[in-house]
Structure formats: C-alpha cells, structure tokens
C-alpha cells in the first residue's frame, strides 16, 4: 500500500508539472514586422570616435544572417572583427582601431533579422567619423543591363581612386554600395575626389570581376565626386576574353569533324594550297560542332580554320583534313530537324520543313518526296522548284503545302532511289510523321527608321529578348510571317561601321557601342499588319 501510495504521488506530480509547463502560444498574428534599430553605439553620423566596438540595439531579439558576406563596410578595411549577439543586441568587435580623420558607412544589408519569422531589418546603415567633419560628398544613378535596358538589382556598385592603382580585377573596392530593385544606387559620405566607377552582378559574392559570366558595367573616364553630387547611368555588358579552342578532330569517310569549347558565330575553311576557295561547312544549333565536306576540288589537305565566337574572338588552326574510315552516321537514314519553331513536329501550313540526312547525297529523281494522310497520297513534291537540297547535300528543306481535310496527321516518305548517298552504300529511310497545326495565321510588323547615325542595326526580338531578324542600315523595315506574340525592336548603333555590335572592352578604355530599345511591346497577332514608326 505504502508502495502504491508513493506511484501514485510521483504520477501525480508529473502530471502537474506537466500541466504547467510553458508552452508557445497557438494561433495570433504572424509576426511580420522588421526589427528596427532603437540605438547605438557610435551614433549615426557621430564624430570623433574611437571605440573598436560597433554595438547595435533592436526592439526585439535578433540574429545574424551571413553577416560576414552581407556587411559592406566603406571605405574598404581589412581589419577583422568578431560577431556576438545577446538577445535584442548586435556587437562588431574589430581587431584594430578605425583609421584615423575617416568617415566610415556600415551597410548591413540583409545581414540581420529577427528570431521569430527571420524578418530582415530593413535599409540599415550606419555612418560615423574617426575625425572631427563627416564627408559630404555623394554621387547616385542608376544600373542597366544594355542589352536588355532592365534594371540590374542588388549589383555591386564600386569605386576605386585614381591615386592608386587597385583593380576591379584583383581588388576589393574603395567603397561600395548596392542596387535596389530599380537598379537604383547612392553613395553619400564619400570623400571628394576622382574616382573609377564599375558596377558589377556580382555572382559569387567576391566584389571583384574574377568571372566573365558576370555582367560588368564602367566608365572610360574617371569621373569627379563633390558634395553637389551627379546622376549617373552604368549599363551592363558580359565581356568575352577567351578564344574559341579546337579541343578534338574526328576524320570520316564522308566529312570531317571540329569540336570546339564554345559557340561559334562565324567560321572560314580555305585550302592552303587554294586560299581563294572555301570548304563547304555547316555549324550545329550550339555552335560548337563545324561539319567540314569535300567536293570536286578539295579531297582532302591542309586548311586554315579560322573561327570566331559571338564577342569577335578568334583564332585560326592549320589542320590536316582527310576524309577516311566510315561514314560517320550521326544520325540513320533521316530525321526531321528540331529549328526551334516547331513543337512535337507540329508544323503550320507554309512554314519550312528541314530533313536532315545521314551523309551528303545526290537527287536522280524528279519527286523525290511524297506525303501521304491515312496511307493516302496528298501530293508529290518535285526538285528542285519544292524540294531544296543545302549546300552540304546533307539537307532537305520543303514548304509544308495548303491542307484540306480534317485529318492533320501527315507521312513524309523519301525515295531511296531518287535520294542516293554520294558515297557508300544505299540509304534507308523510314517514314516521317508530323502534325500539321490549324491555320493560326502569321504577322507582320512595319515602320520606318528615323536616325542622324549612319550606320545601325534594327533587330526584331522575342520576349525573351532573342533576335529573331534583323537588317542593316534600312529606313524603314517590314518583317512579315512572325508567330504571334510579344515582341521588341533593339537597334544596335554600329558606330565603326563593321557590321556588328562591339561590346564591353576588357580593358575599360572603350564604351561598348550603344544600344537602343524601343520601350513599348509590340503585340503581333495572326493576320494582322502592325506598324511602329522608330526614331533614335
């Protein structure tokens, strides 16, 4: 009894403790308010300080977030400091003391946020001089990306003097600040002086340009900071450096094969012993593949391979070209080829239709295409007024006809016979099936171009900002048979009339060439004729 007396008193204890334990309260209002800054320690815009401790007290209890990577302290010290926090306070602890007579900012960015929701303490700067004056100078703008005419957010926007020789390259900057959502930036409390000027998309979070996937922005002139203070636009550009590299050669009976490291935008093979002639080629949807072929004048020798990537880098290789082995068979027979406009070969009445064929051919007949709905024929296409063979013999092309019928199922069916290989044995194909899509319609898109420069590119772009056409140097253009929907006119302005837009220079003594974006999205819709009337 005394044994069961004294469970029954412990169970009873547990029980009311666990009655009184403190629990988090459910339900109420999610808390989503900041954490704001109630004092500290130096003063905003206090003077004369010495303290090595930066202390910082909230309203609530707070936590760091990365802070380390978020503070941007300007100017740029490498003086090292710890982070402590206790409940609502926030402490820096620097190693050595402030350099002296200097006006530092403290810009937390997203480095501190409460306990409870992780709600980040909005806009929170901290300014405070080591001497007996805070600088006033200030200099302010705005970041575009050029191409796009966006605005570049959250970029680092840096600024080196001109008495020293720091570099964006290797060097952390004098100062530093960042964009907000607009692209927008302020540097206040700087000392007066010549500055260099970079704004940078900073990807890997070092504040220099150690990546050329980061689009950089800059000016080709220093620029000079007082306390009256400028307005500023920096405009972005990704700057290539690097040649294309031929990494691999592969040799087959009826091409030869160069792989390169990256896209190639152009690309010239003449003989050596012919430098006046140029091999036919074709370059894959990457461009990373050139496709070299031979003919009745080149069987095969040394050739000068001179390609050139999307930023104008260059580079020539002197090759030796055989044609030997198998056929390289990329591909069995035939097969339609993916242009980017069709989806699950589905095709629209009118559009082109390239098939592509595993090695270079000849065509001995006159239709040498049929397509056929429901094992039915609908037509025979005929070469060459239908059918269109490359120059590389290794690509048909054809206009998908008017249909008539509910069934918009179709077969293409290719002769054997009537397509022979230029060399090797017998092709065989298998039918070829795609969907043809009811009639949508096309647009057009019109206007004239009005300009004091003579030379410039009008480009057509889709809303992903990819060209779709272009011209040079017209007064007006007229671009007809466009998909429906959104899209854009950049004009390129070619200001050393070479034909192409020169970007960024890695050097930054040269602005890239400038870009005009037509601001307003013109919707195309089938059937339809638009026109926009441009000046620039």
């Not at 054997?416 to 009811?438: C, M, N, R």
């Not at 772009?461 to 779709?468: A, E, F, G, I």
Request: glycine share 6%.
């Amino acid at each position: 009894m005394k044994i069961f007396n004294i469970v029954l008193a412990i169970a009873s204890l547990v029980g009311a403790t666990s009655c009184a334990s403190i629990n988090n309260p459910e339900g109420g209002p999610k808390d989503e308010k900041a954490p704001t800054l109630e004092s500290s320690n130096p003063k905003h815009k206090e003077l004369n300080v010495k303290t090595q401790t930066i202390t910082l007290d909230f309203d609530e209890e707070v936590q760091q977030n990365s802070l380390a990577k978020e503070l941007l302290i300007t100017p740029y010290t490498d003086n090292k400091y710890k982070i402590k926090t206790s409940k609502t306070r926030l402490e820096l602890v620097f190693e050595e003391p402030f350099e002296e007579n200097t006006t530092y900012t403290f810009n937390f960015r997203k480095g501190i946020e409460d306990i409870t929701e992780k709600n980040k303490a909005e806009a929170l700067r901290l300014t405070f001089s080591t001497g007996n004056f805070i600088d006033s100078s200030r200099v302010s703008g705005v970041v575009l990306d050029l191409l796009k005419q966006q605005p570049e957010k959250e970029a680092i926007v840096a600024l080196y003097p001109t008495s020293d020789t720091l570099s964006i390259r290797k060097s952390r900057p004098y100062y530093q600040t960042q964009t907000n959502e607009a692209g927008e930036f302020v540097f206040e409390n700087i000392k007066e002086g010549e500055y260099r000027i970079f704004a940078l998309t900073d990807k890997n979070n070092s504040s220099t340009y150690d990546n050329e996937n980061e689009r950089i922005a800059y000016k080709s002139e220093p620029i000079q900071i007082t306390s009256v203070g400028q307005e500023l636009l920096l405009e972005t550009v990704k700057i290539d450096t690097k040649r294309p590299i031929l990494q691999r050669r592969e040799k087959y009976l009826d091409r030869f094969v160069s792989n390169y490291n990256e896209g190639i935008e152009s690309f010239i093979a003449r003989p050596i012993n012919s430098p006046k002639d140029t091999l036919v080629h074709k370059i894959s949807a990457d461009g990373k593949i050139i496709e070299l072929f031979g003919d009745a004048k080149f069987k095969g020798g040394m050739a000068l391979l001179t390609a050139m990537d999307s930023a104008a880098n260059r580079t020539i290789d002197t090759v030796q070209i055989n044609f030997e082995g198998k056929r390289a068979q990329r591909i069995q027979g035939a097969k339609l080829k993916d242009n980017g406009a069709s989806n699950n070969n589905t095709y629209s009445e009118g559009q082109s239709i390239t098939i592509e064929l595993e090695t270079p051919v000849r065509i001995n007949f006159k239709e040498p295409i049929a397509i056929l709905a429901d094992s039915i024929l609908v037509t025979k296409l005929t070469y060459p007024n239908q059918v269109k063979l490359d120059r590389t013999a290794t690509e048909l092309s054809f206009v998908v006809p008017r249909w008539k019928g509910r069934n918009r199922q179709a077969t293409v069916i290719l002769d054997s016979v009537g397509i022979a290989p230029v060399q090797g044995d017998k092709l065989k194909f298998t039918p070829l099936t795609f969907t043809v899509a009811e009639a949508k319609g096309a647009g057009s898109l019109k206007g004239s171009i009005t300009s004091t420069n003579p030379s410039y590119i009008v480009q057509l772009l889709d809303n992903q900002y990819k060209v779709k056409r272009q011209i040079r140097n017209a007064k007006s253009y007229d671009f007809k048979n466009i998909e429906p929907g959104t899209y854009y006119i950049r004009i390129i302005v070619d200001e050393n009339k070479n034909g192409k837009w020169d970007g960024g220079d890695p050097n930054f003594k040269r602005p890239p060439e400038k870009v005009y974006l037509h601001k307003k999205a013109l919707e195309i819709r089938a059937n339809w004729e638009v026109e926009e009337n441009i000046k620039f």
